[in-house]
């Protein structure tokens, strides 16, 4: 019996011993969350009792986490020295309500899909960038959010409709522009808000009405007042471009500003509130009975226009009874009159005996009837049903932050008229382009409108116009999915290459041409109704592993709703035509007219406008065109990094098709398929004739070498 008892405890204790190995006293999903935690930190000795493989957070205390039986509920790593990324493992915990990570080295973006739980948000001093993401707008239970003193550097989202407990938001010291959000007249709660030292602009009048005892908004660049509800807090706002002079007064009807701090919406406020004397407040003042007043005598007037409409739909002679005198309606009312009355409306002679009322509404409404039949003839308005096809992929925002490392600027590929374009790398192994498209461009109440661009642009097919793979609609986000071309861009290539890198040949700056103008031509004759570009660069000209040429951006400039707003930023670029400088049309011609910039770059490696040049040589087409039928001075003006390694007639041709094409009239330049058809001539005949010049020895040999193949 003794041995089998001590058989027992021997057992008893190895299972305890198993089970607590197993368990422990952290939930499992909370401790790998923390391991892969520390290990995206870079292990870093200062988080004792850390580890990335094993341990227990809470049974072991790590530095700075805070446990709640099983799970991670708080985790304060302040000045620690940390550097790195945040990373996504906060996605594995649920319960997590206080997140301080402030005062440490953490670059990259804010990572997408915290605890809706928190309630206390600190990343600030840190080199964040990108923005915040838009989920933090079902954190409902948000008192705190501190990001100041980071590089965050988009536009805040319309996110803080249901942030109504938020009482502490710090934004400042970062990059953030554009307008303040609307949704921010939604912060109900809020008593200290920080906003200084951004590029925020437009007024501030969203922040009118809030509860707020602390407010710095300096040194941005808002404009227009400052409310007069804000003065008596005293706001910082130093370093703004205020309007001088009075603010003009508000509209009529407006009723008077007033602030009070103290209470909330929905508070249990007493009717009556004691003064610096200790004197009692009426609860309400005499503007407000007289307003109460007024609102009564417009209810009863309104009142009394029903019930004598009601009365108009009586014979004549019941009409005829009413004590009251009436002036009877203008023939024109009579006639308004007939035209809306339902079917079981009196006679016309009726209406010639009818009245009207001395407190009459508004002339589109005098003869509305509020029976349901009335409302039965009210035409209902339909919002146009869009169908996206099914090839092109719906991503979320998750999906995209989690792809594009949070839209971390080590991912950024460039920045267009329309936004910017990030590599987005997915678990698949697959590689795209994400381009976030400006709020300035498409507003986040206008998904319907994006979707409908999707749809269009998703039928563009062609082997040289970048193919659209997907899209994302969420949250007020709009976002095109691209494939992605690993050799950038042409202007990348011309412009910006180092000097070890392998200069382009003459061959493949021809094909490049023939590429793009293919690319132009079918979006100009073959698509129906035509499309116009209007943002023809070489930075859209994307070139893939075999240096073929990807038109982007096509169809983005003419379905946008907005887009002429973000192309006047490309004033002055080189690109623009005469005509479009001057009335702001694009046109079929207009896109001509950038494509035969482009090949001026391809030609003489220059930019399209270079300030740092003489002034006389600025403008690449302005010098370069006079030369453009001199075949001596045209080969001074050929890229030096050909070094004399093309064939003399080609480069005249080509030549003669840049003339065409940057004409100062537009009704002189070309079509599209002319201009694939004498860049096609071009070719062959460079494949026949094999005489060339050089300015090296060897230049004529591999210059008869060239061969058609490598132009198509």
């Given at each position: 019996m003794e041995i089998w008892r001590k058989n027992e405890v021997v057992l008893i204790t190895v299972l305890i011993c198993i089970l607590g190995c197993i368990n422990g006293d952290t939930d499992p999903n909370d401790a790998a969350a923390l391991r892969n935690m520390f290990n995206s930190f870079g292990s870093p000795g200062q988080l004792t009792k850390w580890t990335g493989n094993g341990g227990d957070p809470c049974g072991?205390?790590?530095?700075?986490?805070?446990?709640?039986?099983?799970?991670?509920?708080?985790?304060?790593?302040?000045?620690?020295?940390?550097?790195?990324?945040?990373?996504?493992?906060?996605?594995?915990?649920?319960?997590?309500?206080?997140?301080?990570?402030?005062?440490?080295?953490?670059?990259?973006?804010?990572?997408?899909?915290?605890?809706?739980?928190?309630?206390?948000?600190?990343?600030?001093?840190?080199?964040?960038?990108?923005?915040?993401?838009?989920?933090?707008?079902?954190?409902?239970?948000?008192?705190?959010?501190?990001?100041?003193?980071?590089?965050?550097?988009?536009?805040?989202?319309?996110?803080?409709?249901?942030?109504?407990?938020?009482?502490?938001?710090?934004?400042?010291?970062?990059?953030?522009?554009?307008?303040?959000?609307?949704?921010?007249r939604n912060l109900s709660s809020i008593t200290t808000l920080f906003l200084q030292n951004n590029r925020l602009t437009g007024t501030v009048d969203v922040l009118a009405d809030l509860p707020l005892k602390n407010l710095n908004i300096a040194n941005n660049q808002f404009t227009g007042w400052i409310p007069p509800q804000l003065k008596d807090i005293h706001p910082q706002t130093d370093g703004n471009n205020w309007n001088s002079g009075p603010a003009p007064p508000p509209p009529p009807g407006t009723p008077p500003a007033h602030r009070n701090p103290g209470r909330k919406p929905g508070g249990n406020n007493s009717p009556s509130e004691s003064d610096g004397n200790g004197s009692k407040k009426s609860g309400i003042s005499g503007g407000a009975i007289a307003g109460i007043i007024i609102s009564l005598l417009v209810v009863g007037g309104i009142i009394a226009f029903f019930i004598i409409k009601k009365r108009s739909k009586k014979s004549s002679s019941d009409i005829e009874k009413l004590?009251?005198?009436?002036?009877?309606?203008?023939?024109?009312?009579?006639?308004?009159?007939?035209?809306?009355?339902?079917?079981?409306?009196?006679?016309?002679?009726?209406?010639?005996?009818?009245?009207?009322?001395?407190?009459?509404?508004?002339?589109?409404?005098?003869?509305?009837?509020?029976?349901?039949?009335?409302?039965?003839?009210?035409?209902?308005?339909?919002?146009?049903?869009?169908?996206?096809?099914?090839?092109?992929?719906?991503?979320?925002?998750?999906?995209?932050?989690?792809?594009?490392?949070?839209?971390?600027?080590?991912?950024?590929?460039?920045?267009?008229?329309?936004?910017?374009?990030?590599?987005?790398?997915?678990?698949?192994?697959?590689?795209l382009a994400v381009k976030k498209i400006d709020t300035s461009t498409l507003s986040s109440d206008m998904s319907n409108d994006f979707l409908e661009m999707v749809s269009k642009i998703s039928k563009l097919h062609h082997p040289n116009v970048t193919e659209l793979m997907g899209y994302c609609s969420e949250h007020g986000q709009h976002l095109l999915v691209y494939e992605y071309h690993k050799n950038g861009s042409l202007h990348d290539f011309l412009h910006l290459s180092d000097e070890d890198s392998k200069p382009l040949i003459w061959n493949t700056r021809v094909k490049i041409a023939l590429g793009t103008a293919r690319a132009l031509e079918y979006m100009h004759e073959v698509c129906s109704p035509s499309i116009i570009h209007k943002n023809i660069k070489s930075g859209n000209i994307l070139l893939d592993a075999e240096l073929n040429p990807h038109l982007s951006d096509s169809g983005l400039a003419s379905f946008l709703p907005n887009a002429e707003q973000a192309l006047n930023n490309n004033a002055g670029s080189g690109y623009g035509a005469p005509e479009v400088a001057m009335s702001g049309q694009y046109t079929l011609k207009s896109d001509v007219y950038g494509f035969g910039v482009v090949m001026l770059e391809l030609l003489t490696g220059r930019k399209p406008f270079d300030s740092s040049r003489p002034r006389s040589e600025q403008s690449v087409v302005g010098w370069a065109t006079p030369q453009l039928h001199d075949i001596d001075a045209l080969s001074k003006m050929v890229d030096p990094a050909l070094k004399g390694l093309y064939p003399v007639k080609s480069l005249s041709r080509f030549a003669d098709v840049i003339a065409l094409c940057v004409q100062p009239e537009p009704e002189f330049r070309p079509p599209m398929s002319e201009v694939v058809q004498a860049l096609v001539r071009l070719v062959q005949r460079a494949n026949m004739s094999k005489r060339t010049v050089g300015n090296e020895p060897g230049a004529s040999r591999q210059a008869e070498n060239t061969d058609a193949h490598d132009y198509m």
């Open positions: 072991e205390s790590w530095k700075g986490v805070t446990c709640t039986g099983t799970r991670v509920t708080e985790i304060k790593l302040s000045g620690l020295s940390l550097s790195g990324s945040i990373g996504y493992q906060f996605t594995s915990l649920p319960v997590l309500t206080n997140l301080d990570l402030s005062n440490n080295n953490f670059a990259g973006g804010i990572p997408y899909g915290l605890s809706r739980n928190l309630t206390r948000i600190n990343f600030a001093n840190n080199q964040l960038n990108g923005d915040i993401p838009y989920d933090f707008s079902s954190m409902t239970k948000l008192t705190y959010l501190n990001v100041a003193h980071n590089q965050l550097q988009n536009q805040l989202s319309d996110m803080f409709a249901k942030l109504s407990f938020l009482s502490t938001l710090d934004l400042s010291f970062n990059q953030l522009p554009g307008n303040l959000p609307w949704s921010f004590d009251q005198p009436f002036a009877p309606l203008a023939s024109n009312e009579v006639q308004e009159m007939k035209a809306v009355q339902p079917p079981t409306a009196v006679s016309t002679k009726t209406f010639d005996s009818s009245v009207s009322f001395n407190l009459r509404p508004p002339p589109v409404d005098r003869h509305k009837s509020f029976d349901d039949d009335d409302f039965s003839a009210i035409p209902v308005v339909k919002k146009k049903t869009v169908t996206v096809p099914t090839d092109v992929t719906s991503y979320s925002i998750a999906d995209l932050q989690i792809a594009t490392g949070s839209f971390s600027v080590d991912r950024l590929l460039g920045e267009g008229s329309f936004g910017r374009v990030y590599q987005a790398q997915f678990d698949d192994g697959k590689v």
